[in-house]
């Protein structure tokens, strides 16, 4: 059984080659429950918001109070398995790695001021769970990076099925993704394909990298 064991840590370390951000995915996904045991929410209906200053997710009171909850990297990383979204190179959710995951906005966070025109079907929460992502630096922002560019369909693609996945899944952030895109799948990829028509009107120029390693998502 040991010899199992450790030939099965031995894949999933190969595969994954994030075992050392596992126990702070682990931890991230504790603290998205455990908070709202400890505001008396049901963690079903626990509302996340993303500061696009400090890179955590944070959620209100009973009160509206302000409670943070735990860093955004650790609570997306899971599905990524400390992989780029866009390329698929290394990333890392330590702050003391080289490679440490920039937490990039699907769509542009300069459409912010623009999306209350967007005529889409709810309100677009642009700095929402659902357009947030972990890009390697120059993905986000090197040479050939995204910038104020619009990602491809193959990419919205990407994101809509990650999105489906941490629903399916009963992720702690499965309720603010529903609350945020769309009560039923096709609600979300109406949704998503609204908010992409309404970037690409809006940023014109489509971008995609090239692959840097094995497609894992």
Same mark, same amino acid.
């Given at each position: 059984?040991?010899?199992?064991?450790?030939?099965?840590?031995?894949?999933?370390? =190969?595969? *994954?080659?994030? &075992?050392?951000?596992?126990?702070?995915?682990?931890?991230?996904?504790?603290?998205? +429950?455990?908070? %709202?045991?400890?505001?008396?929410?049901?963690?079903?209906?626990?509302?996340?918001?993303?500061?696009?200053?400090?890179?955590?997710?944070?959620?209100?009171?009973?009160?509206?109070?302000?409670?943070?909850?735990?860093?955004?990297?650790?609570?997306?990383?899971?599905?990524?398995?400390?992989?780029?979204?866009?390329?698929?190179?290394?990333?890392?959710?330590?702050? =003391?790695? *080289?490679?440490? &995951?920039?937490?990039?906005?699907?769509?542009?966070?300069?459409?912010?001021?623009? +999306?209350?025109? %967007?005529?889409?079907?709810?309100?677009?929460?642009?700095?929402?769970?659902?357009?947030?992502?972990?890009?390697?630096?120059?993905?986000?922002?090197?040479?050939?990076?995204?910038?104020?560019?619009?990602?491809?369909?193959e990419l919205l693609e990407r994101l809509h099925t990650r999105n489906e996945y941490l629903i399916g899944s009963h992720h702690p952030l499965r309720e603010t993704l529903i609350m945020q895109t769309g009560n039923t799948e096709r609600d979300r990829k109406y949704f998503l394909d609204k908010s992409y028509r309404f970037s690409k009107i809006n940023l014109i120029h489509v971008w995609q990298p090239k692959a840097q390693g094995t497609s894992i998502?």
């Amino acid at each position: 059984m040991a010899y199992v064991e450790l030939g099965l840590f031995k894949l999933f370390y =190969v595969y *994954d080659n994030s &075992a050392k951000d596992l126990n702070q995915e682990t931890e991230s996904r504790w603290n998205l +429950v455990e908070k %709202a045991w400890e505001l008396n929410i049901n963690k079903n209906l626990i509302a996340v918001e993303f500061d696009q200053e400090t890179k955590e997710l944070f959620t209100h009171d009973t009160k509206h109070h302000r409670t943070n909850i735990t860093t955004s990297r650790g609570a997306l990383n899971g599905y990524q398995k400390s992989r780029c979204f866009y390329c698929f190179k290394e990333i890392s959710i330590s702050s =003391v790695d *080289d490679l440490l &995951a920039d937490v990039d906005h699907f769509f542009p966070h300069l459409l912010k001021p623009q +999306v209350a025109t %967007a005529g889409c079907c709810r309100p677009v929460n642009v700095d929402g769970v659902w357009n947030l992502v972990l890009s390697c630096l120059e993905c986000n922002r090197g040479e050939n990076g995204k910038f104020a560019k619009v990602p491809s369909l193959e990419l919205l693609e990407r994101l809509h099925t990650r999105n489906e996945y941490l629903i399916g899944s009963h992720h702690p952030l499965r309720e603010t993704l529903i609350m945020q895109t769309g009560n039923t799948e096709r609600d979300r990829k109406y949704f998503l394909d609204k908010s992409y028509r309404f970037s690409k009107i809006n940023l014109i120029h489509v971008w995609q990298p090239k692959a840097q390693g094995t497609s894992i998502f």
